[in-house]
């Protein structure tokens, strides 16, 4: 383990023995973190928070403090971070309340760029990316790969499912189904992810699926529950059309239109 005299690490702080821990880095009460992690200086981090194996938090991040909601009255919430993560400068990350299920949750392989805010009871998947800026309010959902450009954001209670793509400046305030890309101002869907698809694997008859489904939905003038129906029909045969379908079921709020 190397950690710089000048860290603070509380006692009931639980480190594996290879982490780094930079100047000034405080750890608090109640935080575990995993081999091969790296705190750079000036890090806070206060707990109860789970941090996993191999992440790499930069200076001036403040990750696991008190949610930013006035009902908070220090509840025994917790923040649990997955393995790979790269959380860039200035980030802030709130662990969750009691009005949700009291978690905040970040996957695997995330790479998280400088300003970026994770509010609290967000739920975020793996092998995301969120440029500069990018935000969340409190109880987002974020399905896997999905990629937030700078200044972009999300309301509370919103769902953006996997390999969804929001243009720089494309705040919502409804549903993004998984594999559609949002932008302008105001935001709208403007097809689906099909270069982020290519450098994933997908084949070029699974994205001509994924885009004749879009079309269901967002060019035959059909309303959502009769879209739903259609796509029910040849999901069997196309099955990437599972998680588009269930991020479209799902929605609480309305998909973007």
Known sequence: MSIHPTA???????????????????????????????????????????????????????????????????????????????????CTISRGTIQDQGVTTLGDDNWIMAYVHIAHDCRVGSHCIFANNATLAGHVHVGDYAIFAGFTGAHQFCRVGAHAFLGMYAGTSRDVPAYTMIGGQPPGPKGINSEGLKRRGFSPEQIRNIKNAYRTVYRNGLKLDEAIRELEHVVAEQPELGIFIESLKSSERGIIR
């Open 8 to 90: 603070i690490i509380s006692d009931s702080a639980v480190i594996a023995g290879d982490v780094e821990i930079g100047p000034y880095t405080v750890v608090g009460d109640n935080v575990e973190i995993g081999a091969g992690s790296r705190l750079d200086s000036h890090v806070v981090i206060n707990g109860p928070t789970r941090i996993g194996v191999n992440n790499h938090i930069y200076q001036f991040t403040s990750v696991g403090d008190d949610p930013q909601d006035k009902k908070y009255r220090d509840e025994p919430t917790r923040l649990e971070i997955g393995d790979g993560n790269t959380i860039r400068e200035f």
